[in-house]
């Protein structure tokens, strides 16, 4: 055998040595392994973080009642949409006061103050998820008004085309 073949075998070897593992690599079919440390960083942050409730000082029963308070005036809302006999302008009256009583009910429960700390937990860590922040008594309405009808621009609002 020549020098230069001797060489050429060698680098044929050494070039397969160092492939071969990569080769073998990409015919093995990965398992996925699903575990805590390959969690994203951010969720393994929040999952030790306080929740918010927690950490305005209001109490588990409290935040238990409010959460009642307001499926039962979801149910309420839906109940006086659902009523043909009423006119639009009966349902947005009583509407109001079921959330006007809503809000007193959930103001004895929760103070001010906590209430206002609860909303500053929940924006700053909705911004730091990208998202926003949670939903009051009534949750979003996909319409304009409070059974989801268009409501009619308010007089002072000129009229868009």
Do not use: Y
């Amino acid at each position: 055998m020549t020098k230069k073949s001797a060489t050429f075998a060698l680098a044929v070897i050494v070039v397969l040595s160092l492939s071969l593992p990569t080769v073998l690599a990409q015919a093995t079919p990965s398992v996925k392994v699903h575990n805590k440390s390959t969690a994203p960083v951010a969720r393994m942050q929040a999952a030790h973080e306080k929740p918010c409730w927690e950490v305005a000082g209001i109490s588990k029963s409290a935040i238990a009642e409010r959460s009642r308070i307001e499926q039962e005036t979801r149910s309420q809302v839906q109940s006086v949409c659902n009523d043909s006999s009423l006119n639009e302008q009966q349902k947005r009256e009583k509407i109001r006061e079921i959330r006007q009583q809503s809000h007193q009910q959930i103001d004895a429960l929760i103070s001010p103050q906590q209430q206002e700390a609860l909303k500053a937990c929940q924006k700053e860590r909705a911004a730091a998820r990208g998202g926003s922040a949670g939903h009051g008594a009534g949750g979003i309405h996909r319409g304009g008004g409070p059974c989801g009808e268009m409501t009619a621009p308010k007089p002072s609002e000129p009229e868009r085309p």
